[in-house]
């Protein structure tokens, strides 16, 4: 009789437990996987990535058609937005989506789903809906909720987190965001766009503090342009409900407190892990700070059980999730020991114009001592950003003394999507030879990728010593024209 009723069991149906159950069931491993739930597809889909880009989507093109005359279009007068439609739509793309994530579909790659609660009784037994069940293999991927710090009167107000925003019913006139990060800024963009007044709090005195300042500031200066307030650098002192408004109580400086009030107030202060209930402690699972502690290859303070996503608090994006999965399959499953890389994660805000990164940015690179060599090309040089009419932002290169590429961070239209060139350059070790002398279609934002790598080889090419050699091999005769004021001069 075999010793476990399965080869591993995966606790939490969201991105990272969706990838391992369907690699592990495909491998042949009797797989078991247990959502609290009634449907499969975490936080990403129903409460996450796919209804924030979706309401982000509906708000671009509101935006879009009030700039109409920008177009040489004619000037267009919108009725205000009805949001309980919008909350409908993002239901049917989330619907769309959910198909690929039935119960139904994970059972014909072999894995069996069971939704209920659940809580470790040892390392490899769990209480499964006041069923014993055992496992050789566990992981723990329940990813993370908003986290609700003890703000004076916080616990007193009615007060909106991701898992509340996208089902409103309609329109809030006006909304005060805590929290700056990408959750919050992007929220404020799409809300603001749809015409609710948006205020942002924030501890840091940068926007996406993780990001180089100069292109935070940028994207702030976008979102302050189009209507937001900023209050950064703040300390939130206390939250109250004055009738039917809420009241944020912040300090600026020691001598300037700030009384602000909207209808809405959305906390978006970070993540914290869903390990509550799950009665780790029984199972011998150290929790840290920030969640389950892992090693790099990504299994806990009991080796048989793996902590994957959100919940193991290391980056918290759908597409790390994913990684984590494979990494957990190949560990668990084929029992290759593969430990995690994170050199080259790329990731993206989606204001408008996103905000996408991978490597070091400018700023970690100077914190590490590398003394970087920072490139950079702006989109009004790019023709298509032009004919767009979206030649705000810019692509940084990040290079090491040696001229091998650190990073990149790209402010632009379709920013997220042009980073997928870098996904595939430096993860393949491509050489930037090789990208600068690729020929790109024209008209296209991705030429930015080659302009930007073409401006560490221009200069070495167009160079003095180049002209003067060329020169007297092939006697060329220099320049045919010159500036009256000399202004062009090279
Ligand atoms: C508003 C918002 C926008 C975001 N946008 C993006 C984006 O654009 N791109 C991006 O990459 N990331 C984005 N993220 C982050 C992304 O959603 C997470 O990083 C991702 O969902 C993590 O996947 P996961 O598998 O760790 O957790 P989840 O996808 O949340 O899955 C965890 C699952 O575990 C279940 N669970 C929890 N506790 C238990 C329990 N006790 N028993 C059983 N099941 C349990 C949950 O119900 C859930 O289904 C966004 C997040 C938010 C909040």
């Known amino acids: 009789m075999a010793l476990y009723d399965y080869d591993i069991g995966i606790i939490g149906g969201g991105a990272a437990g969706l990838t391992i159950a369907s690699g592990a069931a495909q491998l042949g491993a009797k797989t078991l996987l247990i959502e609290k739930e009634p449907q499969l597809g975490g936080d990403c889909l129903h409460f996450g990535c796919v209804p924030s880009k979706t309401l982000i989507r509906s708000a671009y093109l509101y935006h879009q058609f009030k700039q109409a005359e920008r177009f040489g279009l004619p000037v267009v007068d919108l009725p205000p937005v009805d949001f309980a439609r919008i909350a409908k ?100 963009q799409a809300f603001s766009r749809l015409g609710t007044t948006v205020s942002v709090v924030g501890r840091s005195e940068q926007i996406l503090s993780k990001e180089d300042r100069d292109m935070a500031d940028a994207l702030q200066a976008r979102l302050a342009a189009e209507g937001v307030t900023f209050y950064l650098g703040a300390k939130i002192e206390a939250v109250s409900q004055v009738g039917s408004k809420k009241c944020v109580r912040l300090r600026l400086n020691p001598d300037a407190a700030v009384d602000l009030t909207a209808e809405t107030l959305l906390v978006a202060l970070g993540r914290t892990p869903n390990v509550n209930g799950l009665w780790l ?54 029992h290759l020991p593969r430990k995690v890389d994170y050199t080259w994660l790329p990731w993206c805000t989606y204001t408008d114009p996103e905000l996408a990164s991978i490597g070091m940015n400018a700023r970690r690179a100077e914190a590490a001592g590398l003394d970087p060599i920072v490139l950079s090309e702006p989109f009004a040089a790019n023709d298509r950003a032009l004919v767009e009419g979206e030649g705000e932002g810019r692509i940084k290169l990040i290079l090491d003394k040696r001229e091998k590429p650190l990073g990149v961070q790209i402010l632009g239209p379709r920013a997220g999507d042009l980073i997928a060139a870098w996904v595939a350059t430096l993860n393949g070790g491509v050489k930037l030879s090789t990208l600068a002398s690729a020929v790109h279609p024209y008209p296209t934002l991705a030429e930015i990728n080659k302009r930007v790598t073409g401006n560490l080889f221009s200069p070495k090419i167009f160079s ?19 500036p009256p004021d000399g202004e062009c001069r090279q």
């Open 89 to 188: 739509r993002i239901q049917d793309v989330i619907g769309q989506i959910q198909r690929h994530d039935s119960a139904e579909r994970f059972c014909r790659l072999g894995a069996k789903v069971e939704f209920g609660t659940v809580f470790f009784r040892n390392s490899h037994r769990v209480d499964l809906n006041g069923h014993s069940v055992s496992a050789k293999t566990w992981v723990v991927t329940t990813g993370s909720s908003a986290a609700v710090p003890p703000i004076p009167g916080l616990d007193r107000v009615d007060f909106l987190t991701n898992r509340d925003l996208f089902s409103l019913e309609r329109l809030p006139a006006s909304m005060i965001i805590l929290g700056a990060g990408p959750i919050g800024i992007e929220m404020a």
């Open 464 to 482: 003095a010593t180049v002209q003067k050699g060329l020169k007297l091999f092939f006697n060329l005769k220099g320049r045919a024209c010159t």
């Open 281 to 334: 402690e029984a199972a011998g699972v150290d929790v840290g700070p920030t969640g389950i502690a892992v090693d790099p290859r990504l299994r806990t303070s009991r080796k048989h059980i793996f902590a994957a996503g959100d919940v193991n608090g290391g980056y918290l994006f759908t597409h790390a999730a994913g990684y984590e999965g494979g990494i957990v399959v190949s560990n668990a499953v084929f």
